[in-house]
Every structure is written in structure tokens, then in C-alpha cells.
């Protein structure tokens, strides 16, 4: 069989002069409809897309004519994750008791646990000075001091104040929790809780 060597030329029209005086032209366009064009498994352009009408990155439109964008399915599947906690939640089902359980995945085991009944930890930590971070792991899904020990006030000399204010706010990503207070904290120490993965 010999070897063919060709350029492929696509775009292209061919024109017509179908009326001098007017100089009007016909245009002739090689150009085919979907129903033309056959893939290799036979079947055509129209079979193969359908009714294909466009691409979208809108949640809210709902047509099965739209494709869904790479962006849209992207954003879908960072949802999906964030619901499934990294995929690690198979299912949620109903047990005996009528009670809504969640099947998740704890390593090598499947783990059921009942919805709205966490498991919850204490522990303490030493707080100094205006602010800190302490690491309570990544175990949990909220971590929030509930009890401060100690004194705390000015730099000059310590005393309560009446508009002592503490924020606070967890991580879980890092298991890192931050405090931050308006004033001074003296060796006191905080029991902080841990709602449990």
C-alpha cells in the first residue's frame, strides 16, 4: 500500500458568480450537519451529543439539555467532600430504635454512630498573656473554652475588670484553638471542650 502525504485544508467555501450584471455570487459551503459526520463506532455527530445544548456553571438552572462545566462539577465535588468529611461518611441510616446514624469510615473499620449524640472530651491548658493558640487536635469537630481559672487585669498591677472580654475560635484543619483577650491573663488555666469526631 503506498503512502499518501496530504495537508488538510478545512474552513474553506467555494463562490459561485451566479448573476455578473448584479455581481452577486453564490456561496457554496462544505460544511456538514451532525447527521453527516460519522464517528467509528458508527454512529453519528447527532447520536453521540443528543440534545446537547450548551455548558453551564449555574447550580440553580435545571435542564437536561445543559452540560455541567469542569468549574461546576469542581465545585460540586468540594461540596460533596466537605459533606462526606473527606469522604470519610458512607451513608446515613435509620437504625431500630428510629434513630438517625452515621456509617463512616475510621480507617480500616466502618464505625456507626448515632446523629446528634457526639462524643465529648475535656481537657485543661495554661493560658498567659493576651492571647495563644493551644493544639487540640484534629479529632474533633468543635473545640471552645468553657471555663477560665486565675487572675487576670492590667500590666501595672492585677485586678478583675468588669469588661474582660475572651474570643476564641478552632481550626479543625490544623487542630489549632486561638484566644484572645482584651487584657492581661496571669497564670490562670482553661478547660476547653472537644466534640469528638
Known sequence: MAIVNEVIVTGRVKRRLIDQAAKLWQR???WTKASDVEFDDGKTAE???GNINGITSDFSLDDENICASSSMAHRAHERFDEFTDGG???SINIGDDGK???VYKDGADTVLKKLGEPEIATMNASIIGTGGSIDVGTDCYVAYIIQ???KYGNS???GNFENYTFEQSY???TGILTWKSNVHNFGGYVTIVKILR
Open 28 to 30: 457554496l459551503s462544505y
Open 47 to 49: 447520536e453521540k451529543i
Open 88 to 90: 470519610r461518611i458512607v
Open 100 to 102: 438517625p446514624y452515621i
Open 148 to 150: 477560665h481559672s486565675g
Open 156 to 158: 501595672i498591677g492585677v
Open 171 to 173: 481550626d479543625a484543619s
